[in-house]
Every structure is written in structure tokens, then in C-alpha cells.
């Protein structure tokens, strides 16, 4: 049922609804294993039956599968693991690491890891606890633990696959044993999963108890809800699409308002959602004509037959050059200048990140067949966007805050993929594929008395909106504080009169607004905190949790401005400003989503 709909459940004569399904899918995402027995047993005590104990003795020999996420493709992976697990009659427990209490790790005997790398090789927020967990643990404490670790990155960047290999030396350093080499994916990641699934499987197998039952789900007997990702999408119709910039703005900036169905697609404010855009046409009948290729010529896209104008379309990266692209281009092109960047590192992924693919034909042609052609290219990634409502006041909607990304360069205009689709192409009463990329570390907290700082730049402020609306929606008792910065006043403040209506029924306590261009001196969100530093202080004191969403760089300044708050109205030096910073983060109160 894995390509089923929920609805289709309803066959199985199950005594639970499609929707009963879904809440309960969402309610047990992310336990741990010993959460997801004690939750058995107090549901089985609900309903008058019993648990054995040789059930939970038997999950502490079995294999536990974790995943730290981002975009959602280490939770894509982990998930394609365990499904393949349980073909084999396996029975491994699966989780989010953000639901994971790390001192289990004691009574693991298998675990496999999949995790990927974020902003200077760093790990995904939810992964933070289990690294200082790791980092403070006794040596060889983990002597019990075998283990492998599938790393997740771009190899355009500096740090690649940084928060695996730190993963993998942390636990071996704990004693930990590796049962596989550790894989280090690059974008086209699903090219390495099939040999290292296959790897590990075996060796989960092996090592399963003897006297382990086996069964092998059949399609209609597995309880397969549909998890909808990159690989089953879910088609969302375009409701409204509205600038909410003025015309003379800069940025054009767009409302967008996805139709959801409640039962089949849930999320919370915080999370993001992955928007797979095709290229745009135009764009790709222009690259058919430099190119010199024909169309409709037939090239093998993962085993499967296309032409190359769908294969363009619909399979590869066209707007986002990789290094690798052009490394490969400056060997065909046999050009001096881009063959001088081969042994300058930076200098390529500068040069990549400033051209796209039709900047390269253009400026540097070269000849080449349609197969090597598409074998140059990398695989088309999905876009994530922040979404900006929340299902507490929109039950069937998805609501997106999307600037387009347009300029020009090198005499030739560019556009984004995605946000060219969004806000350009796509029209009211169309569907675009979609799916949900859970954020956990960037959620509300539980407790709607406690305050919040929300600090957001730009589009920033998306998941903002959804805070607010949920906490609105909850009525809940903890002060709100908008920290909020763009261009200008009168063009860039988004969503301007619904944070005057929140201001004015009470649930916008507090807003500091900084606009950049509307003054000789430029002020930034950052500036705004140290302006308020002692009711920064003040709200921390209260428990207050602090969210920072936009640029890594803007997030960077945002925490520099915080250390100096620290310092200068909590009477701490230096390093009491730090550990007071390293507190807040343990403490899950500092989160970020930054790109």
C-alpha cells in the first residue's frame, strides 16, 4: 500500500478511519524505542489486553534506524531502509534522532544512521542533542554498538558530509564498531543507497535472533500508510497566487495557497515543504539550441526511456550549476580560464555559483552527444520553502511566502526553477507535486504559556505567520515578540495588516521592525536586539524561547548580537555569555532554520 491512498485502508476493514490513521502516524513519529513500548502497553492496557516482555527484549537485539533530516531526504532514505527491512520479514524500530533520547544508545546492539549536513558542517538542528550527548560520553561506552552511518551532501560546498564523518569518529571513539564503510552521498544520493542497503540489510539478517519470527508483509497486510516525498509526491492545487510586495519593490514576492487534504497531509507550523519544480521550457528549448541537440532524441534517465527535452524538463539541474559540471566542461572545452580553476577550489565553486548552465554554453560551447550531454548534468532537486500558515486556522490549506529569484548576468537574464514556477508560470487551478519536510527543530514549544522571539528577515518570516495563528488559535497565555526586517516600510512589509490585527486583538505583544533602505544608516534585525537588549534578557529570564529564520549570515549576526545582549545586561563576561548561549540551545530555547 505504500503507493495506495489512505483511504484505501478502509479495505482492510480496519476499525480505524483514513483521517484516525493519519493522527495516529503523526502521533508516534519520532518516539523512541522505549517511548513506542510504553505507548504499546498503555494502549494495550486501554484496551484490556497485555504486553509480553519477550517482545521488548527482542527490539533491544533488533535494528533501530535513525535519520536527521533537513530537506527530508535523510528521513526519505531512512524510511526506503526500513521498508526494505521489513521485505526481508525485519522489524526495525525507525526515528526521527529528534525524538531519540541519546543515553539509549547503551541498550542498542544495530543502528543504523542516516543524517546530512547543513550551513558550515554543522548537523540538522534535531541532531544536536545526540552530538553533545556523544561528545561528553565516557570513553568506550558503546563497546556493545555496531553501527553504519549514510551521509547526505552537496559537493559543492566546503564542508561536505562534515556531520557524518564527525557522526562516524564520534562513535568509533565511543568504542563503537562500524559494520560499514561510511557512505558519502553527493546530490544524486539514491545512486549509492542500492549497494549499501544491500550491505547492511545482509548484515541485519545475520545478526537478527534466531528464534525471531519472520513475516514478510503482503501488500494487503501491511499497514503502509502513505508517507508522501520526493518520491510520491502529493498533487496540491493552486488556490490563489497574489504579490504581496508593491510593484516598484525590489523583490517580487508571492502569497501562495496550496489545497491540501487534512487526512492525508499534516503539518506543523516550522515545517517546510518540498516544492518539485520542472524547468522552465523556454529555458530548455534554448539550451536544445545552443547545444545543438535534437529533442526528441531518446536518452536512459534511471533505467527508464525519455526524450531529451522531457529529460531536461522534468530530471535535471539547469539553473543551479555544481562544480563538478564545470570541472568536467573546462576538461571537454580544453578553455584556459576554466581549466585554471580546477586547482583553485574556491575560485570553481565561485565561478559555478554565479552561472548557470546556459551561461556555460553560451560563453564556452563545445560539442557533445545527447547521452553525454545528460551524463554531465545532475539530478533536479526539490525546492524547500518555509510554510506559512498553520492547519489549526487552515485545516485544508498550505499557505508559501516565495521571493523570485531573477537577474541578470553575463548579458543574460535568469531565473530560478522553482520560484520562476511559482511565481511566474503556474496558474490558479493547477496542481503542483508536493511534500512535507518535517522541521522538529524548529517548532513551537508545547506549553502555549511560554514566550516567544520570533526573529525573521525577508521571507524570514514565513513560519512566523504560522506561529502566530497557531498560538492564536490555541488561545494560549505566552507573549509573542516579532522581530522583523526588510527594504523598505511602504514595499517589503509582508503581511503588514495581518501583524496590525494580531497587535490590536492581543496576540502581538511586542514588534521591532528594522528597514534597511528607509535610512542613511542601515538597521538590521540584529541592530533591534542589542536596542532592546534588557527586555531580550528580560524574556529569557521568563523562559522565553528564540527562533531565527533567514540567511546563514543574517543567523550569525543575529547570535553575535545575543552574545553582546548577554554580556552587557545579564552580567556575564565572555564566557558565561557562551555557556548561557550553549544553555539555551540544550535546552532546545535558540532555533534556527537558515539557508
Not at 540489510?201 to 545478526?207: E, G, P, Q, S
Not at 577550489?345 to 560563453?363: C, H, T, V
Not at 537588549?533 to 524561547?545: N, Q, Y
Amino acid at each position: 500500500m505504500h503507493n495506495a491512498d489512505i483511504s484505501a485502508v478502509a479495505d482492510l476493514d480496519f476499525p480505524l478511519d483514513g483521517f484516525q490513521l493519519s493522527r495516529l502516524a503523526q502521533a508516534v513519529e519520532g518516539l523512541s524505542r522505549e517511548q513506542l513500548h510504553w505507548a504499546s502497553g498503555y494502549l494495550a492496557g486501554l484496551g484490556g489486553g497485555t504486553t509480553t516482555a519477550s517482545a521488548a527484549t527482542a527490539a533491544q537485539d533488533g535494528l533501530t534506524i535513525l535519520y536527521a533530516s533537513v530537506s527530508g531526504n535523510a528521513r526519505s532514505i531512512a524510511t526506503r531502509l526500513a521498508d526494505d527491512a521489513r521485505q526481508r520479514g525485519l522489524s526495525p524500530t525507525l526515528a526521527d534522532i529528534s525524538g531519540y533520547r541519546p543515553r539509549e544508545l547503551r541498550n542498542e546492539r544495530l543502528l543504523y544512521i542516516v543524517i546530512s549536513t547543513q550551513g558550515e558542517g554543522e548537523p540538522p538542528e534535531s541532531a544536536n542533542e545526540l552530538f553533545r550527548y556523544l561528545r561528553g560520553a565516557k570513553p568506550r561506552q558503546l563497546d556493545q554498538l555496531e553501527y553504519a552511518v549514510f551521509g547526505l551532501g552537496d559537493s559543492s560546498y566546503e564542508y561536505f558530509n562534515q556531520a557524518a564523518r564527525d557522526l562516524d569518529a564520534l562513535l568509533e571513539g565511543l568504542g563503537a564498531t562500524a559494520v560499514a564503510e561510511r557512505i558519502e552521498a553527493d546530490v544524486d544520493f539514491s545512486a549509492r543507497y542500492g549497494a549499501w542497503s544491500q550491505q547492511v540489510l545482509d548484515i541485519a539478517d545475520a545478526k537478527a535472533p534466531a528464534d525471531e519470527a519472520r513475516v514478510v508483509p503482503s501488500a494487503r497486510e501491511s499497514l503502509h500508510l502513505i508517507r508522501y516525498d520526493r518520491d510520491h509526491p502529493y498533487p496540491a492545487e493552486v488556490l490563489d497566487r497574489r504579490r504581496i510586495t508593491t510593484d516598484d519593490a525590489v523583490s517580487d514576492v508571492q502569497h501562495i495557497v496550496l489545497g491540501i487534504d487534512p487526512a492525508k497531509i499534516r503539518y506543523a507550523p516550522g515545517d517546510a515543504v518540498g516544492v518539485l519544480a520542472e524547468n522552465d521550457p523556454e529555458l530548455v528549448d534554448r539550451i536544445l539550441s545552443l547545444a545543438r541537440l535534437d529533442a526528441d532524441t531518446e536518452i536512459s534517465v534511471d533505467g527508464s526511456r525519455h526524450n531529451l527535452r522531457n529529460a531536461l524538463l522534468h530530471h535535471f539541474e539547469l539553473t543551479q550549476l555544481h562544480p563538478l559540471v564545470v570541472a568536467e566542461w573546462a576538461q571537454r572545452s580544453a578553455t584556459p580560464d576554466l581549466l585554471a580553476l580546477l586547482d583553485d577550489k574556491a575560485a570553481l565553486r565561485d565561478f559555478a555559483g554565479r552561472r548557470q548552465l546556459i551561461d556555460l554554453l553560451s560563453d564556452y560551447p563545445i560539442a557533445i552527444t545527447p547521452a553525454d550531454f545528460a551524463g554531465l548534468l545532475q539530478p533536479l532537486q526539490p525546492r524547500l520553502y518555509s510554510i506559512a500558515s498553520s492547519q489549526a486556522e487552515y485545516p485544508d490549506e498550505l499557505h508559501l511566502t516565495v521571493a523570485t529569484v531573477e537577474y541578470e548576468a553575463f548579458g543574460r537574464r535568469h531565473l530560478g526553477t522553482a520560484t520562476g514556477l511559482l511565481n511566474r508560470r503556474i496558474e490558479v487551478g493547477q496542481v503542483l507535486s508536493i511534500y512535507i519536510a518535517p522541521n522538529p527543530g524548529f517548532h513551537l514549544p508545547a506549553d502555549d504559556g511560554k514566550p516567544v522571539i520570533m526573529i525573521g528577515a525577508g521571507t524570514g518570516i514565513a513560519p512566523f505567520r504560522g506561529f502566530l495563528q497557531q498560538r492564536a488559535a490555541r488561545a494560549g497565555s505566552g507573549r509573542n515578540w516579532l522581530v522583523f526586517g526588510n527594504r523598505h516600510f511602504h514595499r517589503d512589509f509582508l503581511y503588514q495588516a495581518e501583524w496590525i490585527a494580531y497587535r490590536d486583538n492581543g496576540h502581538l505583544h511586542r514588534a521591532s521592525l528594522a528597514f534597511s533602505r528607509d535610512s542613511e544608516e542601515r538597521t538590521y534585525v540584529q541592530h533591534r536586539l542589542l536596542d532592546a537588549g534588557a527586555e531580550v534578557v528580560r524574556w529569557l529570564d521568563e523562559g522565553a524561547h528564540l527562533y531565527v529564520c533567514g540567511s546563514i549570515a543574517m543567523e550569525k549576526a543575529v547570535r553575535g548580537a545575543l552574545l553582546d545582549v548577554l554580556e552587557t545586561h545579564a552580567g556575564l563576561d565572555l564566557t558565561g555569555a557562551g555557556q548561557r548561549f550553549e544553555d539555551l540551545l540544550a535546552q532546545g530555547r535558540y532555533q534556527k532554520d537558515v539557508y
